[in-house]
């Protein structure tokens, strides 16, 4: 059996509302199943592996895509190439943001993205806050805690990684949340997300056998408490 190579991306600088949280999920799902797993994290200045099967981003604050912005931008050729083949990607909010074309703050300042997603982010001083769940057509409910003030609006070469509830979502008008180009996934949902959504865990899991040429069916786990998790979630005013 292979061992799954995850690849946590600014671990330090974008971790926020619990996102290492999504490594943990991955990484415990593939030992319950006595599957070998090796979790690398990359810092500023750290190199990628280029056996990355799984690479998992967070968010943070604006200051903090401040802080890591050049080092991201550095590394554009080397996420497009990785998008390109395959690599199965999972960024959260602020990594969403720089996986995009740009971020522009809400006092007019751009920070650059790496164009891996076909999207394009603007801070406004209102934020969306509360917990959140979305519905999507490949792995159901998906469910978490929203809290960003960048609008982002999707190009053509994206499409949403679902639908989310009114005033919600990427921008809070046009319903969708999330974009999804091939094997990368964008998404507002902190939590973490996976915690209270194993079909996206064990979606992403698959994804990466499959680029490795892997046919293989995952081993059933008893997911009583993450849906009970999100139902609860669903349940709580925002």
């Given at each position: 059996?292979?061992?799954?190579?995850?690849?946590?991306?600014?671990?330090?600088?974008?971790?926020?509302?619990?996102?290492?949280?999504?490594?943990?999920?991955l990484r415990r799902r593939l030992q319950w199943r006595d599957r070998p797993v090796e979790i690398v994290p990359v810092s500023l200045g750290d190199p990628i592996p280029h056996d990355a099967?799984?690479?998992?981003?967070?968010?943070?604050?604006?200051?903090?895509?401040?802080?890591?912005?050049?080092?991201?931008?550095?590394?554009?050729?080397?996420?497009?190439?990785?998008?390109?083949?395959?690599?199965?990607?999972?960024?959260?909010?602020?990594?969403?943001?720089?996986?995009?074309?740009?971020?522009?703050?809400?006092?007019?300042?751009?920070?650059?993205?790496?164009?891996?997603?076909?999207?394009?982010?603007?801070?406004?001083?209102?934020?969306?806050?509360?917990?959140?769940?979305?519905?999507?057509?490949?792995?159901?409910?998906?469910?978490?805690?929203?809290?960003?003030?960048?609008?982002?609006?999707?190009?053509?070469?994206?499409?949403?990684?679902?639908?989310?509830?009114?005033?919600?979502?990427?921008?809070?008008?046009?319903?969708?949340?999330?974009?999804?180009?091939?094997?990368?996934?964008?998404?507002?949902?902190?939590?973490?997300?996976?915690?209270?959504?194993?079909?996206?865990?064990?979606?992403?899991?698959?994804?990466?056998?499959?680029?490795?040429?892997?046919?293989?069916?995952?081993?059933?786990?008893?997911?009583?408490?993450?849906?009970?998790?999100?139902?609860?979630?669903?349940?709580?005013?925002?």
């Amino acid at each position: 059996m292979i061992t799954l190579k995850l690849v946590h991306l600014y671990p330090r600088e974008m971790n926020i509302y619990g996102d290492t949280g999504n490594v943990l999920v991955l990484r415990r799902r593939l030992q319950w199943r006595d599957r070998p797993v090796e979790i690398v994290p990359v810092s500023l200045g750290d190199p990628i592996p280029h056996d990355a099967d799984i690479l998992l981003g967070g968010g943070g604050q604006d200051a903090a895509q401040g802080e890591i912005g050049e080092d991201f931008a550095g590394r554009a050729a080397e996420l497009r190439a990785m998008a390109d083949d395959g690599v199965v990607m999972l960024a959260i909010c602020g990594s969403y943001q720089m996986l995009g074309h740009e971020f522009i703050t809400h006092e007019g300042r751009r920070i650059a993205g790496v164009g891996v997603l076909d999207v394009v982010t603007r801070g406004q001083q209102v934020r969306l806050i509360g917990n959140n769940y979305v519905d999507t057509p490949s792995t159901g409910r998906l469910v978490g805690y929203e809290n960003h003030s960048g609008l982002t609006t999707l190009g053509p070469g994206a499409r949403p990684l679902g639908t989310s509830q009114s005033g919600r979502g990427n921008n809070g008008q046009d319903g969708t949340e999330g974009a999804v180009r091939d094997n990368v996934i964008g998404t507002y949902l902190h939590g973490p997300v996976l915690a209270k959504s194993p079909r996206l865990a064990d979606d992403l899991v698959q994804r990466a056998y499959a680029r490795r040429g892997v046919d293989t069916e995952l081993e059933p786990l008893d997911d009583t408490l993450p849906e009970l998790a999100a139902r609860v979630a669903v349940g709580r005013p925002r």
